[in-house]
């Protein structure tokens, strides 16, 4: 079971776009992830007339080491870190380290 999850809200710990928070998009092998609005990056893209692809300039969000990112924890509006639990119906399930408070519902 991975500690990161597609649709986690994370904030950036490390890196250029510290401080910044956002949502998991996809996890991109494994010491990388996509997060919504982070680590964007403009990309001079060739039109393409068979696909209907504009050409232009664009901005997409490039993959970010899952070392600069930690799990955002609402209830103390910090980061915290990710630990797991076995439930009463023999379940692994995620919590936060600070709070014991279970992540997945």
């Known amino acids: 079971m991975r500690k990161l999850k597609k649709g986690d809200d ?3 710990i490390a890196g250029k776009d510290k401080g910044k ?3 998991v998009l996809r996890l991109s092998g494994a010491s990388h992830l996509v997060v919504q609005g982070v680590n964007a ?3 001079h893209q060739k039109a393409n007339p068979s696909t209907g692809a504009a050409g232009g300039i664009i901005a997409k969000e490039m ?3 899952i070392s600069n990112v930690a799990i955002y924890n609402f209830a103390t509006k910090k ?3 990710v630990g797991f639990v076995v439930n009463d119906d023999q379940k692994k399930v995620r919590v936060f380290r600070s709070t014991n408070e279970l992540i997945d519902t």
């Open 21 to 23: 928070r956002g949502s």
């Open 10 to 12: 994370v904030i950036i």
């Open 79 to 81: 980061a915290d870190r």
């Open 41 to 43: 990056v403009k990309k």
């Open 63 to 65: 993959p970010i080491q």
